[in-house]
T-cell receptor, first 111, second 116 residues
Framework: QKEVEQNSGPLSVPEGAIASLNCTYSDRGSQSFFWYRQYSGKSPELIMSIYSNGDKEDGRFTAQLNKASQYVSLLIRDSQPSDSATYLCAVIYTGRRALTFGSGTRLQVQP | DAGVTQSPTHLIKTRGQHVTLRCSPISGHKSVSWYQQVLGQGPQFIFQYYEKEERGRGNFPDRFSARQFPNYSSELNVNALLLGDSALYLC???WGGGTARSNEQFFGPGTRLTVL
C-alpha cells in the first residue's frame, strides 16, 4: 500500500512566523511531489510542485525535498491569517500518473 | 482563461439512484482525473483519462464508471448509490504528456453529492 503521511494538526502559529509542514512517502522511486492548499468547503489549489532534491522557493513558500529520507516539507514565511487552511501533500508514485494524497495538515495562523 | 469547470455544484440523491457528474478541463489540457474526497481525508483517486483512453483506475467498485469525449470533457457515472458515496467529487485537469510538469493537476470546484 503506497502511502503519504502527514500530521493532521492543527498546527498553530502566530502571524508573521514561519509555518513548517511535513510529509513522508513510502515509494523511494517517486519523482513528483506537490503541495495543495484547501480552504474549508473549497477544492484543492496547487501551490508548489517539486521534482528534484533540495529547495524550491516561490514567494513566501519554500518546498524542500529529500528523496533519501523520503521526506518533503513546505515552509510558509511571514504567515498570514489568510494562510489558515488545510495543506495537502501529494505524490505521483513510480509507474503511475494519479496523485496519492495525505490526509492533510490543518494550519491556523493566529492574528 | 477559464479554469476547470464542473457541474452540478451540488446534488442530492437517494439510495439506489444513479448520478452523472460533468467536467470540462482547462483549454489545451488533454487529461482528466476524478477524485472522491470525504470529510477529513485527502482526495482518493477514481479514474484518469488521456486522449479518451482510460489510463488508470483506483480502488473503487464497478458502480463507478467514466468516459472522456473528443473535446476532452469528461463524465463520471455512479450507479446504485449508497450512503457512503456522499462526498465531494473533484475533477482535475492536466496536460497529460510525458514530462513531470505535464502531470501537474489543477482541480475544479467540485460537485458535492449527498445520498439520502
Amino acid at each position: 500500500q503506497k502511502e503519504v503521511e502527514q500530521n493532521s494538526g492543527p498546527l498553530s502559529v502566530p502571524e508573521g512566523a514561519i509555518a513548517s509542514l511535513n510529509c513522508t512517502y513510502s515509494d523511494r522511486g517517486s519523482q513528483s511531489f506537490f503541495w495543495y492548499r484547501q480552504y474549508s468547503g473549497k477544492s484543492p489549489e496547487l501551490i508548489m510542485s517539486i521534482y528534484s532534491n533540495g529547495d524550491k522557493e516561490d514567494g513566501r513558500f519554500t518546498a524542500q525535498l529529500n528523496k533519501a529520507s523520503q521526506y518533503v516539507s513546505l515552509l510558509i514565511r511571514d504567515s498570514q491569517p489568510s494562510d489558515s487552511a488545510t495543506y495537502l501533500c501529494a505524490v505521483i508514485y513510480t509507474g503511475r500518473r494519479a496523485l496519492t494524497f495525505g490526509s492533510g495538515t490543518r494550519l491556523q495562523v493566529q492574528p | 482563461d477559464a479554469g476547470v469547470t464542473q457541474s452540478p455544484t451540488h446534488l442530492i440523491k437517494t439510495r439506489g439512484q444513479h448520478v452523472t457528474l460533468r467536467c470540462s478541463p482547462i483549454s489545451g489540457h488533454k487529461s482528466v482525473s476524478w477524485y472522491q474526497q470525504v470529510l477529513g481525508q485527502g482526495p482518493q483517486f477514481i479514474f484518469q483519462y488521456y486522449e479518451k483512453e482510460e489510463r488508470g483506475r483506483g480502488n473503487f467498485p464497478d458502480r463507478f464508471s467514466a468516459r472522456q469525449f473528443p473535446n476532452y470533457s469528461s463524465e463520471l457515472n455512479v450507479n446504485a448509490l449508497l450512503l457512503g458515496d456522499s462526498a465531494l467529487y473533484l475533477c482535475a485537469s492536466s496536460w497529460g504528456g510525458g514530462t513531470a510538469r505535464s502531470n501537474e493537476q489543477f482541480f475544479g470546484p467540485g460537485t458535492r453529492l449527498t445520498v439520502l
